[in-house]
């Protein structure tokens, strides 16, 4: 059974960077693409980032292109997001979220498994 454990959220100030990671085991890492996805109070769950299997393709939201960086680590099994020049409008729970695929995933549906999710807020 595929579990994905999410670390590394926090608090930071506007303008600060934070890193989340994502663990995943279960199964072999390697064939699946990776999805990060935030869901802010009261609104709808939202894509974030995406990665295929082998890193070689990514692909962000506009709200978080230039800012953010997803990559992975497949001896690790572990998935990143670099967050830089955060807003406070990234205020959110974010979730790893993986899939049977080795091609990039971008919506909700698409993904067979989701972690806990990890709390980021951006205040000061």
């Known amino acids: 059974q595929v579990q994905l454990v999410e670390s590394g959220g926090g608090l930071v100030q506007p303008g600060g960077s934070l890193r989340v990671s994502c663990l995943f085991s279960g199964s072999t890492f390697g064939n699946y693409a990776m999805g990060w996805f935030r869901q802010a109070p009261g609104k709808e769950q939202e894509f974030v980032a995406a990665i295929t299997w082998s890193g070689g393709s990514k692909y962000y939201a506009d709200s978080v292109k230039g800012r953010f960086t997803i990559s992975r680590d497949n001896a690790k099994n572990t998935v990143y997001l670099q967050m830089n020049s955060l807003k406070p409008e990234d205020t959110a729970i974010y979730y790893c979220?993986?899939?049977?695929?080795?091609?990039?995933?971008?919506?909700?549906?698409?993904?067979?498994?989701w972690g806990q999710g990890t709390q980021v807020t951006v205040s000061s």
């Open positions: 979220a993986a899939a049977r695929s080795f091609s990039l995933r971008r919506t909700v549906s698409e993904y067979d498994y």
